[in-house]
């Protein structure tokens, strides 16, 4: 009864979100009040083997099959839907002509998939859809994306309900894991669950950016779970809703009723679907995880290290930033891999914020440009990252004054300015400008923030540039925003980007697939004084912890030195200012683990009372990271491992106390455990676990 009532009490609450301004304060509240309504964070996971980890052919024949029925279908309802002239697709097959294209060879579109292409052909229309399907059986994962084409010399009827995603997965009784997104908060990327309610749970970004949840889903069902992951760096919308056999999905850009001009085209969100069996959400998170890895992220992605040498803040110039390289101790510099260059370093007036949109070094400080700095950089064989905003343009910059040459390049709504990346031409035009910046300037790794919410100046782009088309403005917008950054990777060598929309903003499937968020929360931002929020360090963990479940790299700045704070930064991707030798190459080995297997042993989130542990690795080695904070009265955790082989033994020991060494089997170690007696408070822990 009580369930009943809850459950009822969050779609009302939902439904208010709805209904707020997208990116208010208001609606962060209601939607945190949403989730946390029917959720609990205080979650525990069964133990798992290595073995039963890995991807089965049964997984990999239900997700094949699955796909066939559903995406690759040519006469039964498709997994996706969309409404043409007043008719929808699912209820109207025989208005269209639809084919099926021969499937690829593995990797030929994308890195370890199968591609298909599924043709539709509107019958009374010059309307054509596209489907780009691509299934990945080794990893028991299908996504798609469908483009819809107006090839008629006219305009198109309306185009509405454009669900990327349109159907039911058969997993029975759902249980639902989900994250929030980025606020920013101390709690960014706590994981919840949850039921799959009867009543429909709407999740939705907020102003066009990813600020009450991530737009991934894991859907553990009785009859076999799913990881649904969402690609649309826009206002993306997903519904789901419990049915009688499975859960009922829906995935698309939130608002969206256009038609099409000739030989206009537009996009649906990506969807993703990863299949496991065996009643564990451990094995769909980390199924995700080793796809992502293995096909998803760029080559350039990697483990890394950076050295801030010129936050916001900076006004050091080309002498000073070259001299504060070559001070570094050589010991220290082997284990930098980057340096990294904030906002500021262009002309501005009284802050780093009114000079976007000049992305021309300051002549005052750098009269030969960045080039001197960036050859320094690259002669010592290190990575130069710079911080760039190329969307945020303020009056009377570069591209302001270029802008106004054009009558729907620059889209206004107060101090802040949209550069209109909707607009094929300006989109090209930003494309190359930045190329050249970044080559020019010796950057190897390009940072690229976002940080205001964009809906509203896509409303208004529709309303004044698109004939009140609405959403197409924001459809051609993210459309454009992929093709730009492929542009960049295309134009720049080795080029690795760093996704920053206000920390975090920006995290799916489609960003992964192209950047890595080296700065995953606003919330750790210092201040011009140096000094952080006081619980920054126990911040970092429980983000960790929660968005580790999504995505394999993420990272962050770390400011103090100290042991506690060092082993709370341990990343695929830590920053520092003025590192030490024994901060940076101390943990390495660890960092590179947190690309393999994710195994969350105790989500403690923000309670200081509580302990927060994780394991990162295969099952033959890796580490664990028990963080004991300040209020916790116990000097004892018991260390249970998961993924591990039960009939291999294994070494266990802590890298403080490297002489103890544990000796058991990996069925002893996931059931039993070991008690680690951890007197001191607080206290970071790593303990290292190998095949014997």
């Not at 995603?165 to 606020?183: A, E, Q």
């Not at 990506?270 to 069996?277: D, E, N, Q, S």
């Not at 919410?453 to 459309?479: L, M, Q």
């Not at 920006?506 to 606003?522: A, G, N």
Request: aromatic share 12%.
């Amino acid at each position: 009864m009580l369930k009943g009532i809850l459950a009822f009490a969050q779609a009302f609450l939902f439904l208010v979100s709805s209904f707020s301004v997208l990116d208010s304060s208001f609606k962060y509240k209601v939607d945190m009040k949403a989730a946390d309504l029917t959720s609990e964070t205080d979650i525990t996971f069964d133990s798992i083997s290595a073995d039963d980890v890995e991807v089965s052919e049964e997984e990999k024949q239900l997700c094949r099959q699955w796909y066939e029925e559903n995406v690759l279908t040519t006469s039964g309802v498709p997994a996706y839907d969309f409404t043409v002239g007043g008719k929808k697709l699912s209820k109207n097959l025989s208005d269209w002509e639809i084919t099926l294209g021969e499937e690829s060879e593995v990797g030929a579109v994308y890195k370890g998939g199968k591609t298909t292409i599924v043709n539709l052909k509107h019958k009374k229309s010059g309307i054509t859809a596209t489907v780009e399907a691509t299934i990945y059986e080794d990893f028991a994962t299908c996504e798609w994306t469908v483009f819809i084409k107006n090839e008629d010399s006219k305009k198109s009827p309306v185009i509405k309900n454009f669900n990327g995603g349109d159907f039911t997965l058969k997993t029975g009784k759902t249980d639902l894991y989900f994250s929030r997104g980025s606020r920013p908060a101390n709690n960014d990327f706590e994981l919840l669950k949850t039921d799959v309610n009867a009543i429909p749970m709407r999740f939705n970004a907020n102003g066009g950016r990813s600020g009450s949840f991530l737009p991934f889903f894991n859907l553990d069902g009785d009859d076999f779970g799913t990881i649904l992951s969402v690609g649309w760096t826009g206002q993306w919308l997903t519904t789901l809703k419990q049915t009688k056999n499975g859960v009922k999905i829906n995935a698309k850009q939130e608002n969206f009723k256009a038609y099409l001009d000739p030989n206009e085209e537009v996009r649906s969100p990506l969807v993703c679907l990863t299949f496991y069996k065996g009643g564990n959400p451990l094995k769909g998170f980390n199924t995700l995880r080793k796809w992502e890895t293995d096909c998803v992220t760029t080559e350039s992605a990697d483990a890394l290290n950076g050295y801030v040498i010129a936050n916001e803040f900076s006004t050091l110039n080309t002498e000073q930033l070259i001299a504060e390289i070559e001070k570094i101790n050589p010991k220290v510099l082997e284990d930098v891999d980057y340096f990294w260059m904030d906002a500021g370093w262009y002309k501005y007036d009284e802050s780093w914020a009114d000079g976007v949109g000049n992305w021309i070094p300051d002549a005052n400080r750098f009269p030969n440009g960045l080039k001197p700095v960036g050859d320094k950089i690259n002669s010592i064989g290190k990575r130069f990252l710079l911080w760039y905003e190329p969307e945020r343009v303020r009056e009377d910059t570069f591209l302001y004054n270029e802008a106004m040459k054009h009558d729907t390049w620059i889209v206004k709504d107060g101090g802040n300015l949209l550069w209109n990346l909707g607009d094929d031409d300006a989109c090209e035009y930003l494309s190359k400008y930045i190329s050249k910046s970044l080559v020019d300037n010796g950057v190897t790794i390009y940072r690229q923030d976002f940080n205001f919410t964009p809906s509203t100046y896509w409303e208004k782009a529709d309303k004044n540039f698109y004939n009140k088309r609405k959403g197409i403005c924001e459809n051609h917008y993210v459309t454009n925003l992929y093709k730009y950054l492929d542009c960049l990777i295309d134009s720049v060598d080795g080029l690795m980007i760093d996704n920053c929309a206000s920390g975090g903003k920006r995290i799916d499937i489609e960003m992964t697939r192209r950047s890595v968020p080296l700065w995953r929360s606003d919330y750790n931002c210092g201040n011009a004084d140096g000094s952080v929020k006081p619980d920054v360090l126990e911040a970092t963990q429980a983000m960790t912890s929660g968005l580790s479940c999504w995505i394999p790299y993420s990272g962050t700045n770390r400011y103090f030195h100290s042991e506690y704070a060092a082993r709370s930064a341990i990343l695929t991707n830590q920053s520092v200012y003025e590192p030490s030798v024994e901060e940076f190459a101390k943990y390495d080995d660890v960092s590179r683990y947190m690309t393999d297997k994710y195994y969350p042993l105790a989500l403690g989130g923000m309670d200081m009372s509580k302990f927060v542990a994780m394991q990162f690795g295969s099952g033959d080695e890796g580490a664990a990271v028990i963080y004991k904070r300040e209020n916790v009265e116990s000097n004892t955790f018991t260390i249970k491992l998961n993924g591990l082989y039960e009939d291999k033994t294994y070494e266990v020991y802590d890298i403080d106390a490297p002489e103890k060494i544990y000796t058991l089997t990996g069925a002893e170690l996931m059931s039993d455990g070991i008690a680690l007696s951890i007197t001191e408070t607080p206290k970071a822990v790593v303990a290292k676990y190998k095949v014997k």
